[in-house]
């Protein structure tokens, strides 16, 4: 008997995903996107000591992974929706994609240790997304495997980064050094396990929102998240020029 069986790969592809895009996601991650931006500016100019970022621990830790877990989830669905499309060349994209992002993290983390290196970005989400996509492709066709091994990364990591270890190679796994100081920090515990059941949940998710009308602000959302890439790289840096030209001395 197998343990976890290939549900998603005897299933006919749902009529609902022939669409060309499914536009309940990018509207969840067009709103996500923006609390992301908004918190990220708040520790930007924290650091630049130019306004006093709220000290409480909600603020600090559970805001920042409650918006990181919905946009890590639905990055979760989306990937579903583009297996069921097209399972034949689905590994093929994905490592393409894969190998894309990695360029981009390579640049996050070249202009962060230029420009504010006590912050350096050593394995943010662009990271975390990039070394995923070489490992979606091994996982998405199993469906209860997603759902239980999401479980079992997820849960116990949120309580992993609560601790500091006194070796540094397994940072990019979850096991926090001591001393670790980052303006972007997204390792594969448990933010894996959040992606699995994202994969996990992608059915249920599509079929209860994809008939959903939208208005002018989703529209809006939705073009943002069409986007999400993009709007994350430039965000930075362009508050970073903005706060230069205005007179700030920030270096």
């Known amino acids: 008997m197998r343990l976890f069986s290939s549900q998603h790969t005897v299933h006919k592809p749902q009529p609902h995903l022939t669409h060309e895009r499914i536009q309940s996601i990018d509207i969840i991650r067009g709103f996500d996107i923006v609390l992301m931006i908004l918190f990220n500016y708040s520790v930007t100019l924290s ?12 603020y600090r830790f559970v805001f920042p992974r409650a918006i990181a877990s919905v946009f890590i989830f639905i990055s979760g669905v989306a990937a579903y929706v583009g297996f069921e499309k097209s399972k034949e060349n689905f590994s093929k994209r994905y490592y393409i994609r894969g190998v894309k992002l990695l360029v981009f993290a390579m640049l996050i ?32 066709k199993y469906n209860k495997l997603n759902l239980i091994a999401g479980l079992i990364i997820a849960f116990p990591g949120f309580y992993l980064q609560l601790t500091d270890f006194d070796f540094p190679y397994l940072f990019w796994l979850g096991f926090i050094p001591e001393n670790f100081s980052t303006f972007d920090y997204f390792p594969l515990i448990p933010w894996l396990g ?23 602000l989703a529209g809006i959302f939705t073009v943002i998240g069409k986007n999400s890439l993009a709007i994350y790289l430039i965000h930075q840096p362009v508050l970073v020029l ?8 920030i270096f």
């Open 194 to 216: 959040v992606l699995m059941l994202g994969v996990y949940s992608g059915r249920y998710v599509v079929e209860r929102t994809v008939n959903i009308k939208s208005g002018k």
């Open 242 to 249: 903005l706060l230069m030209i205005l007179g700030f001395k």
């Open 109 to 140: 983390t070249l202009f962060t240790y230029i420009f504010v290196p006590a912050g350096t970005v050593y394995f943010g989400i662009l990271h975390f997304f990039a070394v995923s996509s070489f490992i979606v492709p091994f996982f998405i």
């Open 47 to 58: 650091y630049f000591r130019l306004i006093n970022m709220p000290p409480d621990f909600l």
